[in-house]
């Protein structure tokens, strides 16, 4: 049986409130799931005791607020195992990391972001790591900025038409300024990125692309931002490029002649 559109609409609210978890880094109250998702406080607490009775969700009655529960946690887990793209990339990140010194990664495309699937730790002992799971918007630092260079211009559109958040004092917001970043990702095939996202904290990324041919994600090289110099980026790029290769072969992504493949 088809669903009904009033099923259907409740479905779409409830994954809403539920994406918009994985969205922030911290507990969330009725009111601000309302206006995130623009629905009422109603049918948003509603929603969100749902959630709680199925584990999805826990509250806390000292805050009046909500965060993600053992469920939800579980959940995540068996997606991370079951990835493709994670599985395929860990060689990969294995070599690169050996080849760089750096802490290497892989993201998976969300629809308007991104989410580090996994990585392998610089073994320095001042290093960059990630955090696995969660939801970064894809204007900001390079894992994220080369997939939306590599996305359709319609998508590009979408994108930049919405409020970019600035995150750190060089976070590129100017949706004219981000164009132009993205026509350089995309003609030189790599994305680098000093403190956009995270102070401190510098990287290199290249695409991953599908057996359909769409970008699916990126690998990125990071490390901190006084070792991840223009010079270490040079050094870094063939064996980053090498690994995006290798990850997007095993997707099935065959390129179509040898100029998409330098693009690449």
Avoid: W
């Amino acid at each position: 049986m088809e669903p009904s559109s009033g099923g259907t609409t409740s479905a779409a609210r409830a994954a809403d409130v539920l994406l918009e978890f994985g969205r922030r880094s911290s507990a969330l109250g009725v009111s601000e799931i309302a206006r995130a998702t623009g629905m009422s406080k109603a049918v948003a607490h509603r929603i969100l005791t749902t959630f709680v009775e199925c584990g999805l969700l826990l509250y806390e009655p000292s805050t009046r607020r909500y965060l993600l529960g053992p469920a939800a946690a579980t959940l995540g887990a068996r997606a991370l195992d079951v990835s493709p793209l994670r599985r395929v990339a860990r060689e990969a990140l294995v070599e690169l990391q050996r080849a760089t010194g750096e802490t290497a990664t892989v993201s998976a495309r969300l629809p308007g972001g991104r989410v580090y699937l996994d990585q392998v730790e610089s073994t320095q002992e001042i290093k960059m790591t990630v955090e696995l799971g969660r939801r970064f918007e894809l204007h900001s630092g390079s894992s994220g900025r080369v997939i939306l260079a590599h996305l359709s211009d319609e998508e590009q559109d979408d994108l930049l038409a919405r409020p970019l958040q600035r995150l750190t004092a060089t976070t590129i917001v100017d949706p004219a300024e981000l164009r132009a970043a993205l026509r350089v990702a995309r003609e030189q095939g790599v994305c680098r990125s000093t403190g956009e996202r995270q102070e401190g904290a510098g990287s290199i990324a290249a695409p991953v692309f599908g057996a359909d041919g769409s970008v699916v994600g990126s690998v990125s090289v990071c490390g901190p931002s006084y070792r991840m110099t223009d010079d270490a980026c040079d050094r870094y790029e063939s064996s980053l490029v090498a690994a995006a290769q290798q990850v997007s072969s095993a997707l099935g992504y065959r390129a179509r002649n040898s100029a998409v493949v330098e693009a690449i």
